[in-house]
């Protein structure tokens, strides 16, 4: 992270917390993302961020286990759903701690690569599309067809649609917490998000 992510919300020193930002680091570095290379200091964004509202930073973490890991979804749609809330977002740091997850879920490269450069990629699986589809519907259109809601719920169940939408609001969370953290990641090997005047293609 760079020196400028510390004038906002800078570190809290451990014996400055109160007892309720100390439930909220327990919580953190005993999250299943700390054994799954999710990431748990304190003082990175979001979770500084988080640490302001500590109340509400330990059930955004409980939430945040759900989604990423008791879903029941393979987690290459799980991921899928996180980058696309990246994209939609446009934050690289979302983008960048979640693409390598994606590919390694079994999400094929292009996919992400297609998302970042604002094209529809073309080698989904059949759950991949229709994932991008609701997604996209919703961030585009702010609205979803019958078609594109009907293929949704028959492939994942009223509660499969509910747990993609809980993923996308979840990391639009995040999203806004590294935006006013000023909250940036050193980039990797994966493709850059490029700036575009629309994310998804119609």
Do not use: C
């Not at 979770?47 to 509202?53: A, Q």
């Not at 909250?183 to 490029?194: D, I, S, V």
């Amino acid at each position: 992270l760079s020196a400028a992510d510390n004038t906002r919300f800078p570190p809290i020193p451990s014996d400055k917390l109160t007892p309720k930002q100390k439930e909220f680091v327990d919580a953190l570095t005993h999250s299943p993302r700390a054994a799954n290379g999710g990431g748990g200091n304190i003082n990175n964004p979001p979770f500084k961020v988080y640490m302001r509202s500590p109340e509400f930073g330990t059930y955004a973490i409980k939430m945040s286990d759900y989604l990423r890991f008791d879903t029941g979804l393979p987690d290459r749609l799980t991921e899928l759903a996180i980058i696309l809330a990246a994209r939609n977002w446009d934050n690289d740091y979302i983008w960048t701690a979640h693409y390598g997850a994606a590919v390694k879920g079994g999400l094929d490269p292009s996919v992400g690569a297609d998302i970042a450069a604002g094209r529809r990629p073309t080698k989904m699986r059949e759950d991949e599309a229709i994932v991008y589809d609701l997604l996209t519907e919703i961030y585009r259109d702010k609205k979803v067809s019958d078609a594109t809601f009907a293929k949704a719920k028959a492939k994942f169940g009223e509660k499969g649609i509910m747990d993609l939408i809980g993923l996308a609001a979840y990391y639009g969370n995040t999203a806004m917490a590294l935006i006013v953290s000023n909250g940036t990641r050193p980039a990797g090997n994966e493709p850059k998000l490029q700036k575009l005047a629309q994310n998804f293609p119609k």
